[in-house]
């Protein structure tokens, strides 16, 4: 069955195409171009951010966009804001995308604006729950759902009839349909941009400026493609793929997370204290040997649950995406080693820590209620936009012939994650294609300068990524190599951190290939 964690973490690094090629959007009514003016023409009201404990200078509002572009009189969507004004003169606004698919921008702006407030210096810093996640419409798959998901356990290609389990995800994916009401058809990384060129008017910006990670690179690249005109200065930190397959980014994401993993282990093994002893070959075992043990014999919790080795796995993923976190992973498995004490490794889940593992992000500091905001609302947002956005859905028969190899591939790409995550292959099984817009039409844009960020320890989003999708986008894409480690540079590296900042407050663009030490 699909652990809590395993809904949380499909992938660090998504599968994306796009719902529909569309054009951008204009004001002007034609035959195939409807009327958006009203969507265009509006102000965002801004006030004082409702909660307790929040900072007196955010900001919130919302911005009302077409359910349908193509028909934009069939409904609208409020999607839901947040700003840091401006400290002194302000050139407009950066808009910020924190990641996921299904990451909420304005929970984290609220928990994590300190990490922005340099762009204050020259912009309003401006965030939104994109529609079908957070505040905006959010997607739920029901309380029913949560058993049904379990049958994307690759496991499930051990039983007699692997066409039942695939079975059960199609009627999961009819009881998110029946529970997410009329945004699920027109969720997608396409509308959100469309959504992106409606907020850049609404905030008075001639040009979008914008900061993306993991995920949000995905989503400006497309912005890129489909607007280059009102392409401002862009920002993509922790490159996304355009055109890998989902089977292929699952092999990629467990190559990335076993690096990750191996390097955690060689700096976890010089301390005495690691739960693992000091010699690293002997470690890595130790670690496979740990998860296999507790998928066998799973340990209870304090919740009344039990925590599997895949429970483990997931817990181990998210820590992985920062470094700073890997002295509190390191306490919390030898809590579990020595003790059977669960609670610090479900931290990394569960609330103790917020932990960006779907977006760009990894912080420490308590979760921000969410109030009204569905429980399965990540993952279900998740599923939902991946699913949106990728052509690929292979037949029962095709994942019952290519299963078994499917298996020896990832476990060869990594014994501890391999496979936690070829639960990404069936994904999407029972519901509609998406589109093949991607991988046909973002490419050589024609816009300003746009600077890429790749960080070579990347465990969601490898380093090669960014070199390929800086090809793809041709050459108004600017390299900047981060030789650190963790997912995305922005919040771990203080010459990224600069670099960026210089780019979009100045226009001061580093050379293409220039590059951050891993210790700056």
């Given at each position: ?18 719902l ?42 919302k911005v ?26 302000s ?10 698919p ?29 529609r079908?996640?957070?505040?905006s ?19 499930a ?55 993306g ?23 993509l ?21 076993q690096?990750a ?6 700096w976890c ?10 010699d ?7 670690v ?16 009344g ?41 479900m ?18 500091g ?12 990540l ?64 490419r ?11 960080t ?27 030789r ?18 210089d ?18």
């Amino acid at each position: 069955m699909l652990s809590t964690h395993q809904r949380l973490a499909f992938s660090g690094a998504v599968t994306l195409a796009l719902l529909g090629a569309g054009l951008p959007s204009t004001t002007v009514a034609t035959a195939d171009r409807p009327d958006l003016s009203r969507f265009y023409d509006q102000k965002i009201k801004w006030s004082a951010c409702e909660g307790d404990g929040l900072p007196k200078d955010l900001q919130c509002g919302k911005v009302t966009v077409p359910l349908d572009y193509a028909k934009p009189a069939d409904g609208t969507l409020d999607l839901a804001m947040a700003r840091f004004r401006a400290t002194g003169k302000s050139r407009g606004s950066v808009l910020l995308n924190f990641g996921g698919p299904g990451g909420p921008g304005v929970s984290e702006l609220m928990a994590g604006g300190k990490d922005f407030m340099g762009l204050t210096e020259g912009y309003d810093v401006v965030t939104f729950d994109p529609r079908g996640v957070g505040r905006s419409s959010p997607v739920t798959c029901g309380e029913g759902a949560d058993e049904a998901f379990g049958a994307a356990d690759p496991d499930a290609a051990d039983s007699n009839d692997p066409r039942a389990d695939l079975d059960v995800l199609r009627k999961a994916a009819a009881e998110c349909a029946k529970h997410s009401g009329p945004v699920l058809p027109h969720i997608g990384t396409v509308n959100t941009s469309r959504d992106l060129d409606v907020m850049r008017a609404a905030l008075g910006d001639k040009k979008l400026n914008y900061l993306g990670f993991s995920y949000g690179t995905r989503l400006g690249a497309v912005y890129a493609a489909q607007f280059p005109k009102k392409t401002g200065r862009l920002v993509l930190d922790g490159v996304d793929t355009l055109t890998e397959p989902m089977s292929k980014q699952g092999i990629v994401g467990a190559e990335g997370q076993q690096t990750a993993l191996e390097d955690f282990i060689n700096w976890c093994t010089e301390d005495i204290n690691c739960a693992f002893g000091q010699d690293p070959r002997s470690a890595r075992e130790d670690v496979v040997q740990l998860v296999d043990s507790l998928d066998e014999n799973p340990v209870p919790t304090d919740f009344g649950e039990q925590f599997s080795g895949q429970d483990l796995v997931g817990a181990i993923g998210q820590a992985l995406y920062s470094k700073e976190l890997w002295p509190t992973l390191s306490r919390a498995l030898t809590s579990l080693v020595q003790d059977g004490d669960t609670r610090g490794i479900m931290q990394f889940s569960t609330g103790g820590l917020t932990v960006r593992g779907e977006g760009g992000l990894a912080r420490d500091g308590g979760l921000v209620d969410e109030g009204d905001i569905p429980a399965d609302n990540l993952p279900a947002a998740l599923m939902a936009i991946n699913c949106a956005d990728d052509p690929d859905r292979p037949t029962a028969d095709q994942i019952t012939e290519n299963l078994d190899r499917l298996r020896a591939e990832y476990e060869e790409a990594s014994p501890v994650f391999g496979q936690y995550r070829l639960t990404q292959v069936l994904m999407c099984y029972g519901r509609p294609k998406g589109t093949t817009y991607i991988r046909e039409h973002v490419r050589d844009v024609d816009t300003p300068k746009m600077l890429l960020v790749g960080t070579r320890g990347d465990p969601a989003t490898p380093y090669r990524w960014t070199m390929e999708t800086a090809k793809r986008l041709g050459s108004s894409a600017v390299v900047l190599d981060n030789r650190g480690e963790g997912h995305t540079g922005y919040a771990s590296s203080k010459c990224v951190h600069r670099k960026v900042d210089d780019f979009l407050l100045y226009g001061s663009l580093p050379a293409d290939g220039s590059s951050c030490g891993a210790e700056e």
